[in-house]
């Protein structure tokens, strides 16, 4: 089945450490995407990407990286500089082309508790 | 501004009730609008894209106006398992692809 996945579901981090969020996506879509959700808000977009190699910043970047060295790869790092990482992140992924449609398709969520 | 503007509620409604939750966007060079639901602690899934003629999937039916930059989405008939938040959505290949939230609604449809 196509899909998009992301591992941990949960995550426990101490102060001071980075740690890495995986997402993978079998869609072939050229678009991915990681937000964050604090409870009761809306989602924030932190990084973006649109092809191999080329990544943009989002509304919220600043603690945060990432690479896209794979089509199907986005991985997320949450880095000692992010002052308040406890959070719900989503990773996405949409087609450019609008083959099979141009929404955005989520994984499960990691959910990041520092410790 | 924000790019997505939607009315917070929450909306507690009695089953087999009608509700209607509307949305506003800012860039009216958006091209893709969508309702999505997400449920308590869960990932936003899709529920329905909207197109400029309306559209509608059993009890859900959306609108897009383009000239008011609004979109709608109507519940006809609510049943339990329509309590979620409900989250409208615009993207646009002129933002780079990207899709821009509101805050989300929250619809709770109580017995």
């Known amino acids: 089945d196509g899909g998009i996945t992301q591992s941990p579901k949960y995550l426990f981090r101490k102060e001071g450490q980075n740690v890495t969020l995986s997402c993978e996506q079998n869609?072939?879509?050229?678009?991915m995407y990681w937000y964050r959700q604090d409870p009761g808000q809306g989602l924030r977009l932190i990084y973006y990407s649109q092809i191999v190699n080329d990544f943009q910043k989002g509304d919220i970047a600043e603690g945060y990286s990432v690479s896209r060295e794979k089509k199907e790869s986005f991985p997320l790092t949450v880095t000692s500089a992010q002052k308040n990482p406890t959070a719900f992140y989503l990773c996405?992924?949409?087609?450019?082309?609008?083959?099979?449609?141009?929404?955005?398709?989520f994984g499960q969520g990691t959910r990041l508790t520092v410790v | 501004r924000k790019e997505v503007e939607q009315d917070p509620g929450p909306f507690n409604v009695p089953e087999g009730a009608t509700v209607a939750f509307n949305c506003t966007y800012s860039?009216?060079?958006?091209?893709?609008f969508f309702w999505y639901r997400q449920d308590c602690r869960k990932e936003p899934k899709l529920l329905m894209s909207v197109y400029s003629s309306g559209n509608e999937d059993g009890r859900f039916t959306a609108q897009l106006n383009r000239a008011s930059q609004y979109i709608s989405l109507l519940i006809r008939d609510s049943k339990l398992s329509d309590s979620a938040t409900y989250l409208c959505v615009v993207n646009g290949l002129n933002t780079g692809n990207q899709f821009y939230f509101g805050t989300g609604t929250s619809l709770t449809v109580i017995p």
């Open positions: 869609l072939n879509h050229d678009a």
């Open positions: 860039n009216s060079a958006s091209q893709s």
């Open positions: 996405a992924s949409s087609s450019l082309t609008g083959e099979g449609g141009t929404e955005a398709f």
